[in-house]
C-alpha cells in the first residue's frame, strides 16, 4: 500500500520560510514524476512546482520562480523549501506523485494536504 505523507505546514510571517515534505512510503519501484499543487479557499487547485526523481529536472509556476525550490532524495521523500512567503501562498499544499510502480500496481497517488498560512 503506498501512501504519501506531509508534514512542514504551518502559520508563518510574510518574508519567513517553511520547509514541506512529502514521503512516499510502500514498496515502490519507480515514481515519474512528483509535484506540489496548492489550493486556496474559493480557487482551483494549482500546480505549484514538479521534480522528477530519475533526472531531477524541475518546473515552477511563474508565482514561486525564486522563492521556492523542490527537491527529492532516495528515500523517495520530496521537499518544497518555501522562502519570502507572501500572504498569497497561504493554501493547502498537497503533495502529487505520478505512475507509482510497485510490483502490482500502477497509480497516481495524492496526499492528505498540509495548511500553509502567511499573515501580513
Known amino acids: 500500500q503506498v501512501q504519501l505523507v506531509e508534514t512542514g505546514g504551518g502559520l508563518v510571517q510574510a518574508g519567513g520560510s517553511l520547509r514541506l515534505s512529502c514521503r512516499a512510503s510502500g514498496s515502490i519501484l519507480y515514481i515519474k514524476s512528483m509535484s506540489w499543487y496548492r489550493q486556496a479557499p474559493g480557487k482551483q487547485r494549482e500546480l505549484v512546482a514538479s521534480?522528477?526523481?530519475?533526472?531531477?529536472?524541475t518546473n515552477y509556476t511563474d508565482s514561486v520562480k525564486g522563492r521556492f525550490s523542490i527537491s527529492v532524495d532516495n528515500a523517495n521523500t520530496m521537499y518544497l523549501k518555501m522562502n519570502s512567503l507572501k500572504p498569497e501562498d497561504t493554501a493547502v499544499y498537497y503533495c502529487?506523485?505520478?505512475?507509482?510502480?510497485?510490483?502490482?500496481?500502477?497509480?497516481?497517488?495524492w496526499g492528505q494536504g498540509t495548511q500553509v498560512t502567511v499573515s501580513s
Open positions: 521534480i522528477i526523481p530519475t533526472t531531477g529536472r
Open positions: 502529487y506523485a505520478e505512475k507509482v510502480a510497485t510490483a502490482t500496481l500502477l497509480r497516481d497517488y
